[in-house]
C-alpha cells in the first residue's frame, strides 16, 4: 500500500510562512496526482492544493492562490506546499492524501491514499 507521511507543521505568526512536506512511498508516482487538503475544528475537509506528479501541472483553492505553492521533488518522492502570508484562518489539520489517475480532484473520496495529518496553527 501507499504510505503517505506528512511533517512540518507548527505554531506561526500571520504574516509568516511554513512548508509541509509529503513523503511518499513507492518506486515511482508517475501515474498519480496528489493533493493537499485541510480540515479546521468544525468545518468539513477542504481542498487546498493539488499536483500531477508526471507533468507538475499545479491547480489551488481560490483562498490559498498567490500564498501557497505545491510542488514536488521526482528523487525523493515528496510533496511540498509553501504557505507564505498565513491567516488565522489557514489553522487547520493538514493532510496530503494520493489517487491513482491524471486528474486533480478536489474531493476527499476521489483520493485513496492519506497521510495522518500535520497540525498548522497561525495566530493573530
Known amino acids: 500500500q501507499v504510505q503517505l507521511a506528512e511533517s512540518g507543521g507548527g505554531l506561526v505568526q500571520a504574516g509568516g510562512s511554513l512548508r509541509l512536506s509529503c513523503a511518499a512511498s513507492?518506486?515511482?508516482?508517475?501515474?498519480?496526482?496528489m493533493g493537499w487538503f485541510r480540515q479546521a475544528p468544525g468545518k468539513e475537509r477542504e481542498f487546498v492544493a493539488g499536483?500531477?506528479?508526471?507533468?507538475?501541472?499545479?491547480s489551488y483553492a481560490d483562498s490559498v492562490k498567490g500564498r501557497f505553492t505545491i510542488s514536488r521533488d521526482n528523487g525523493l518522492n515528496t510533496v511540498y506546499l509553501q504557505m507564505n502570508n498565513l491567516k488565522p484562518e489557514d489553522t487547520a489539520v493538514y493532510s496530503c492524501?494520493?489517487?491513482?489517475?491524471?486528474?486533480?480532484?478536489?474531493?476527499?473520496?476521489?483520493?485513496?491514499?492519506w497521510g495522518q495529518g500535520t497540525q498548522v496553527t497561525v495566530s493573530s
Open positions: 492524501a494520493a489517487r491513482l489517475g491524471i486528474l486533480i480532484k478536489n474531493k476527499p473520496p476521489d483520493y485513496g491514499y
Open positions: 513507492g518506486r515511482t508516482f508517475s501515474n498519480y496526482v
Open positions: 499536483i500531477i506528479w508526471s507533468s507538475g501541472t499545479t
